[in-house]
Nanobody
Framework: QVQLVESGGGLVQAGGSLRLSCAAS????????MGWFRQAPGKQRELVAG???????NYADSVKGRFTISRDGARDTVYLQMNSLKPDDTAAYYC???????????WGQGTQVTVSS
């Protein structure tokens, strides 16, 4: 059974920091990449950051320089360090895993991040 367990969300003031974690288990196919998406009320889900098995990263323009994605490959765990948070970062954040065959196939349940002004 595939499980993606997220943690680290919460309420923080603008300018603050949070660190999200996501531990994946039960995935039998080779993991190509892991990523973080977010969805705010009334908006489409968007990719925040991704990291490949080789360590290459990509970020949404809105978070470049503020967010850092990292991965513990031995544990299939991905992290998202979020600094200088803004109210616009308020959303449900989802961890996702891309496996052989393409596409983000597995998803976490989401963790809420709320940034107050």
């Amino acid at each position: 059974q595939v499980q993606l367990v997220e943690s680290g969300g919460g309420l923080v003031q603008a300018g603050g920091s949070l660190r999200l974690s996501c531990a994946a288990s039960g995935i039998r196919l080779r993991i190509n990449a892991m990523g973080w998406f977010r969805q705010a009320p009334g908006k489409q889900r968007e990719l925040v950051a991704g990291i490949t098995s080789g360590g290459s990263t990509n970020y949404a323009d809105s978070v470049k320089g503020r967010f850092t994605i990292s991965r513990d490959g031995a544990r299939d765990t991905v992290y998202l360090q979020m600094n200088s948070l803004k109210p616009d970062d308020t959303a449900a954040y989802y961890c996702a895993v891309s496996v052989v065959g393409g596409g983000y196939r597995y998803w976490g349940q989401g963790t809420q991040v709320t940034v107050s002004s």
